[in-house]
């Protein structure tokens, strides 16, 4: 499907997964054992002839009819609840499964080769991503690789030049997540070479979350300290610098990913598409659109305050989402090339929103929300569940053609 695909060129598996054998500059005079080295993430520097060879997966997968997803943590997809999973999968008219290979707090889910500049990031959940793809495959659930980019507490500690300081130390926001910054392009390549292990992995789709600053950044820009790069000194002001940037990370992660075999999706917050540009965590609908084959807007119902003239939008999910898709609608369409629209919707309650009994989300709330995309021509979707127990008996085409 991919809307952007080049020509697909890439270098095999086992190049990826051992990355200080062929780093240039002085980390090639002298490599040093592991536990004396200090993490390094120059980007990954290829001799013109190892772009002669062409890494071609062994699985075969088939882009579904629309994707209709899950969400899967690396404890899942590498622990028990895997295999039921993948039969709640493949007993409905879900196909896909979205993987989290670089999670919310930095951390790789599997393990690279010894030696890699990312072992130290790694836990090992998945312990056999090879088993796990192949199962995938023999059912027919299409995969797709979760990489949380800029929200990232481990590469924040190991390398506080990349993040946000305060006082001398790391900030972190009230949940205690630190962020890397999107104006460090050294960041970017750290996360782009995690991508395209997953794509060697066999992953079909690459999938960046948290493209973004930390919410609330145009009240802390003044008050934490941080390097602006190459962003220093353009001439505009610190919103349209943030949106710069983040939108440079999307396009660079495009096109360092347009010779391998995967499209390219990003997730965004769904108030984006409403207003011209998120005044602190830098994101431009329509800029990050132009520059990926998939568009992942999150649209939860409770996420959103009072919005589209509606008071309580967890209480009314058809009626939000209803909304929400006629304003992306209008919003793709002066696209030149619009990417395909897949909406992460809601399959779980939000208890931090009530004071009595909290608004459960089952079968009706979870329809309710596919029917009033499908009702807009947007028959594609994600459902998010951080605890990965969804509901049962949903019917996953609900207002769509079968």
Known sequence: MQRKRGLIVAILSTVLLSIPAIVSGEDAQEIKPHHEREISLKPLELENTMKRFVHTSSYDFEYPDAVRGIYVT????GGSRFNSL?????????????IDIKEDNGHLTFKPEEGSPYEDMAKNLIDDPEQMMKVLEEKQIYPIARIVVFKDSVL??????????KDGEVWKNGKGEAFVSPFQTEVWEYNVEVA???AAMGFQEIQFDYVRFPEGFETRDKELEYSLGEYENLEMNNIKKRVKAVTDFVHFASEELSNYDVDVSADIFGYAATIEETPGIGQNFS???DNVDVISSMIYPSHWTPYFGIEKPDEEPYKLVNAYAKVENKVLDKLDNPPVSRPWIQDFEAPWLYSGATKQYGKAEVEAQIKALAENDIHEFLLWNAGNTYTENVDYT???SK
């Open 196 to 198: 395209k292990m997953a």
């Open 74 to 77: 690396g404890n899942s997809a």
């Open 287 to 289: 800029k990050i659109a």
């Open 156 to 165: 924040a500690e190991k390398r506080p030049d990349l993040s946000f300081t």
């Open 398 to 400: 609900v207002g769509m």
């Open 86 to 98: 993948v039969d709640f999968v493949d007993e409905t008219d879900l196909n896909t499964m979205v």
